[in-house]
Nanobody, 121 residues
Framework: QVQLVESGGGLVQAGGSLRLSCVAS????????MGWYRQAPGKQRELVAV???????NYADSVKGRFTISRENAKNTVYLQMNSLKPEDTAVYYC???????????????WGQGTQVTVSS
């Protein structure tokens, strides 16, 4: 059983910062890409940022220059540093991991339960 657990969401004023964390636990052989997605009310879930095992990153245009994704492979943890937050960043943020469970050969998607980020104007 593999679990991803997020933390760090909350309420912040526009221009403020938050740092999200996500820890993967369970019977894990390897974690490939890790990423953050978000879903605002009435909208589809969208990619925010993704990071490979080697540290290559990719960001949605809307967050480039404001958000930074990083990971600690030894801790099975991924972070999202969010600066200069805007009201339009308000959403539930989900952690995603492409995980190879112990005893298996291929990776599969695992998701966290989501953490609410609310940015007030």
């Amino acid at each position: 059983q593999v679990q991803l657990v997020e933390s760090g969401g909350g309420l912040v004023q526009a221009g403020g910062s938050l740092r999200l964390s996500c820890v993967a636990s369970g019977r894990i052989f390897r974690i490939n890409n890790m990423g953050w997605y978000r879903q605002a009310p009435g909208k589809q879930r969208e990619l925010v940022a993704v990071i490979t095992t080697s540290g290559r990153t990719n960001y949605a245009d809307s967050v480039k220059g404001r958000f930074t994704i990083s990971r600690e492979n030894a801790k099975n943890t991924v972070y999202l540093q969010m600066n200069s937050l805007k009201p339009e960043d308000t959403a539930v943020y989900y952690c995603n991991g492409r995980v190879v469970p112990a005893g298996l050969l291929t990776d599969r998607d695992y998701w966290g339960q989501g953490t609410q980020v609310t940015v007030s104007s």
